[in-house]
């Protein structure tokens, strides 16, 4: 039997992944496929909860996979794939519909948010987008759920409902836990280092497919600090804008704060800034590289999310059936 721990997460392909989504997420995501059971999903059923234009989701979607893969996601070793593949979240999310709360719904940050962004357009599914989410995770039984800070939310209403449906139905359910990532992998934008790297921010924001002088140039620019001192110190609350610099030259080249501080001694951010630079453009550079190799090869890409469809369909059609099962839906 397998013993593997299981975890899951999925991506909305609403913008195109940054140095931040590839050092906070992905990165670690590749490193566990060894000790863990893991399925990644391109959440495209999430993004329709706002407009997009649909040459550019199905553009991003398929950028998104070969990125994935590019970064390390070995689909050999994970099961990649693409939610609206796999019709049980949406039979699943209509079920756990059901069993969510009016109020709970409408405590939702992220409602509360999107719907004061898009005035114009608050709908149903931007509402009950936690039910889908819910469905998302529980039809895979997983133990774990890494997500950013801002998903937490959404992971505890998933454990709520989970915990209301077992309550009447028996042990139906895994109840998940959210795993969030430690503060250290926090990467923060270029030009406002008190708030994450985010592409709502681009000229702060350095995405995986830019170009190697769009990233120089962007840190280049990179917010170092307002005093004189000029010297690359590892002082988060004085200097944040170092302080991050320094966390990502730490991240892609492994090494320590003291060891960098001792590199730049006496050089000042002139040299560090572009240091910085030409480190993230190395390590981006196989990156971008092989998803464009990979983003030619349609029928590569074609047989991963196939093949992750059809695993992934496997495991989440085993809980739906059990789930309309004990609701009382006649079998098919
Ligand atoms: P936006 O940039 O619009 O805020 P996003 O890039 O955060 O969106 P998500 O889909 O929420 O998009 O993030 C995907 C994953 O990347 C999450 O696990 C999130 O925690 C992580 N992540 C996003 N931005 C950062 C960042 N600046 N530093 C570290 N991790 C990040
Ligand atoms: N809501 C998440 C994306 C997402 C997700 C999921 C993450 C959809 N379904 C299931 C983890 C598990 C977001 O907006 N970042």
Not at 32 to 49: K, L
Not at 103 to 117: C, H, I, N, P, V
Not at 137 to 154: N, R, S, T
């Amino acid at each position: 039997m397998d013993e593997k721990k299981v975890m899951l997460s999925g991506i909305q392909p609403s913008g195109d992944l940054h140095l931040g989504n590839y050092l906070g997420a992905i990165k670690n995501w590749a490193e566990r496929a060894e000790s863990f059971d893991c399925y990644y999903f391109m959440a495209d059923m999430h993004t329709i909860t706002v407009r997009q234009n649909p040459a550019d989701l199905r553009r991003r979607t398929l950028e998104q996979l070969a990125q994935y893969i590019a970064c390390g996601l070995d689909p050999e070793k994970n099961t990649l794939f693409i939610q609206s593949h796999v019709p049980a979240h949406a039979e699943l999310g209509w079920v756990l519909n059901c069993y969510t709360m009016f109020g709970e719904l409408s405590r939702m940050t992220q409602f509360k948010d999107k719907s004061a962004k898009h005035k114009d357009n608050i709908n149903g599914g931007l509402f009950t987008y936690p039910a889908l989410m819910a469905a998302d995770i529980l039809l895979y039984q997983p133990d774990y759920v890494p997500v950013g800070e801002d998903q937490k939310q959404h992971c505890e209403l998933t454990r709520d409902v989970a915990q209301r449906f077992n309550h009447i139905y028996g042990d139906v359910f895994k109840i998940p836990e959210p795993y969030i990532p430690k503060a250290g992998a926090r990467v923060m934008g270029l030009t406002a280092p008190d708030s994450k790297m985010s592409k709502s921010i681009p000229e702060g924001c350095v995405f995986l497919m830019e170009k190697p002088e769009d990233i120089q140039r962007k840190f280049k620019r990179a917010i170092t600090d307002s005093d004189t001192e000029n010297c690359v110190r590892y002082a988060p609350a004085e200097k944040p804008g170092v302080a991050n610099l320094m966390n990502i030259y730490s991240a892609v080249t492994g090494r320590t704060m003291e060891e960098i501080e001792a590199e730049f001694a006496g050089q000042g951010y002139g040299k560090f800034k572009p240091a910085v630079g030409d480190a993230v453009i190395e390590t981006l550079r196989p990156i971008r590289e092989e998803a464009q190799r990979i983003l030619k090869d349609k029928a590569y890409l074609e047989s991963v999310y196939k093949a992750g469809a059809e695993k992934a369909s496997y495991v989440a059609n085993k809980t739906l059936r059990k789930v309309y099962k004990k609701i009382g839906f006649v079998a098919r």
